[in-house]
């Protein structure tokens, strides 16, 4: 029975049991698309990921591969922790000595590349939005974005997604479906994590085919006095949860992909090029991201991720 080597990464943390699991799996061919999922359901994490060697016929060697991201349910067109866990397993567990790795994948090409300590991902921006209106006494980044009619299920995610009186806006990155909620600047860590999924009351709100996750966000006013700092008491320029039902995610507990919407947006809002200093705040986890803009078409999403198992998988 053939057996092939793979991993258990926790990646944006750079302490075990923090940050986001995704399973990288050594498969050197290709498998049907019904195999992957099988295989992502039996891991049962938010991600399972495959790399395949496209320039060479090993992961030691190789400096391209092909990259996909399967949820327990779904094939996903990008996924950011996943493909730092596969940078990660493919530099310090194979040994690839590249100085740079390329992914061709659903969202185009994708490169990482070390960076002292950290791992470096380039990845695209969503930068097309529809923005909704929340509370007319605060229009400050509505008017950032093109306005449109209010959805009436956009209705019920606030609902079921916002404490009551605290979301201020909403925007819809259109590229990426992904519904940007952003809260009252003055919420709290605590606040943040009374949120609870819903995951039965979204799938009926919405069929998924607009959103695929909802995002909801903040950029604290004092970081400090409402509990958004790191271990250091360096303070977080914005933070966020993430849900998905639809993509088969109740909670992700650290999104790679968000940041490519929640850095531009923020970035527009705060009028700032950064870099920003962000966090994902999932309950008794959490996970850091640093972010950057190396043009206007690109961000540079700054990561570490550790091993927590190592073993190997039988097909």
């Known amino acids: 029975m053939p057996s092939y080597k793979s991993y258990l990464i ?38 399972t990921v495959y790399p395949l060697p496209l320039d060479s016929g090993s992961c030691e060697t190789a400096t391209k591969f092909s990259l996909r991201w399967f949820t327990p349910t779904t094939e996903v067109a990008l996924c950011g922790h996943a493909t730092l866990a596969t940078a990660h397993v493919l530099f310090n567990e194979i040994g690839n000595k590249s ?23 380039n990845f695209p921006q969503y930068k097309k939005w529809i923005a909704y209106e929340s509370d007319k006494t605060h229009n400050q980044i509505l008017n950032l974005f093109e306005n449109r009619p209010k959805e009436k299920f956009i209705e019920k995610i606030v609902e079921l997604m916002t404490p ?23 919420t709290t860590k605590s606040e943040l994590l009374s949120i ?24 604290p006013k004092n970081p400090k006095s409402q509990g958004f700092i790191d271990a250091n008491g360096k303070e977080f320029d914005y933070v966020s949860r993430y849900f998905a039902p639809w993509a088969g995610i109740k909670e992700d507990p650290a999104t790679g992909s968000a940041q490519c919407a929640l850095g531009p947006f923020w970035s527009k809002a705060k009028q700032s090029k950064g870099p920003f200093y962000a966090f994902q705040c999932y309950p008794g986890r959490g996970a ?23 073993g190997d998988l039988e097909l």
Request: glycine share 4%; with cysteine.
């Open 10 to 47: 926790d990646a944006f943390t750079n302490v075990k049991f923090a940050g986001n699991q995704a399973a990288v799996c050594l498969i050197p061919q290709k498998l049907s698309d019904e195999e992957y999922q099988k295989i992502a359901a039996e891991f049962n994490l938010s991600e």
């Open 99 to 121: 100085l740079q790795l390329s992914f061709e994948t659903l969202s185009g090409e994708l490169t990482v590349k070390k960076n002292n300590d950290q791992l470096v991902m």
């Open 164 to 186: 009551p009186e605290k979301c201020r806006y909403i925007a819809l990155a259109v590229e990426a479906k992904k519904l940007l909620l952003v809260l009252d600047e003055k």
């Open 196 to 219: 609870t999924h819903h995951n039965d009351d979204l799938l009926m709100a919405h069929d998924g085919s607009i959103v695929r996750g909802v995002v909801v966000t903040l950029a």
């Open 288 to 310: 850091q991201f640093t972010v950057e803009f190396p043009n206007e078409d690109r961000v540079d999403i700054y990561g570490n991720a550790v091993t927590v198992l190592r």
